[in-house]
């Protein structure tokens, strides 16, 4: 029972790891018509972000506050003097946001070396409930998603920003027409998306340490999560990057972990050729 317990949780906890990461990557692949190949390396910037303020010895939570605001204005610079110059060539704007991805990934490298850094967790221990023990920490994961989410549906659906943003979504030349400066909506929404990126790699980096390939991960597994769920749909982001985050974390249970990473690609790529539209087609956030 242990052990099951243990499982579930350590799912539970890199499922949402996933939402967060895939939530902005589907919110800026709907919006822009692009998918950001430098998404990963967001969540990078939010874990470096963490292991600076742990090297200048302050506090953990305070790098944590910072993170999603340090890497929302590196995405407001990189979308302002690079990406927006693309939007009508999605196939260049990606391989542009490949190529910045791989700037930002070489730059951290450079700084830290090839090994990993390890933070400490903001909450050390765990709450021990008979012979079961669950970290403080990926507890406090979970429930920040949990926050995360909701907020954000809320903004989404319950705000005027939201409702510029969708506005944007669906028919950007009406948008434009009634007075929406879409170019504005789409640096916020760039922004907002990687702020949610830059908040998951500083939640997750006590967890897996940092190292300058931390981010591949994540955006190999968000782009099949986002497929899976649906481009520009929150429901979608959520469900698929449930789907993907709960394979990756209980594969490796039963088989070896490189199988693992090939079952979950292949399962991926089977339920979208079931569903070329995603598991919520014709839904939008």
């Known amino acids: 029972m242990e052990a099951v317990v243990t499982a579930v949780f350590e799912v539970l906890n890199f499922g949402a790891i996933m939402v967060l990461v895939v939530l902005g990557l589907g919110v800026i692949a709907g919006m822009m018509g692009i998918f950001n190949f430098a998404h990963g390396e967001f969540v990078l910037l939010g874990a470096y972000t963490v292991y600076l303020f742990h090297t200048w010895t302050l506090p953990i939570w305070l790098g944590m ?46 700084l830290i070396g090839g090994l990993y850094r390890a933070v400490p967790e903001p909450l050390p221990g765990s709450f021990d409930i008979g012979a079961i023990h669950i970290a403080k920490w990926r507890l406090a994961i979970v429930v920040i998603t949990v926050l995360v989410m909701v907020g954000s549906y809320l903004l989404l659906t319950r705000t005027g920003f939201g409702l510029r943003v969708r506005a944007a979504l669906e028919n950007p030349s009406l948008a434009r027409a009634s007075g929406i400066s879409t170019n504005r909506i789409y640096a916020a929404t760039f922004a907002f998306g990687a702020a949610l990126a830059g908040l998951a790699g500083a939640l997750v980096v006590p967890v897996f340490s940092l190292s300058a390939d931390l981010g591949i991960r994540f955006l190999i597994q968000g782009f099949l999560a986002v497929m899976l769920g649906g481009v520009g749909s929150f429901e979608g982001s ?48």
Do not use: K
């Open 65 to 110: 506050l910072a993170a999603p605001a340090v890497v929302a204005a590196v995405a407001v610079v990189l979308e302002r003097l690079v990406i927006r110059r693309f939007y009508a060539a999605p196939v260049i704007a990606m391989l542009g946001t490949y190529a910045l991805g791989l700037a930002i990934r070489e730059s951290v490298r450079g």
């Open 238 to 285: 959520v469900i698929g990057a449930g789907v993907i985050g709960i394979m990756s974390a209980a594969l490796p249970w039963a088989v070896a972990p490189v199988l693992a990473d090939v079952l979950v690609f292949v399962i991926a790529v089977v339920l979208v050729r079931i569903w070329p539209r995603g598991l919520t087609a014709g839904r939008t956030v």
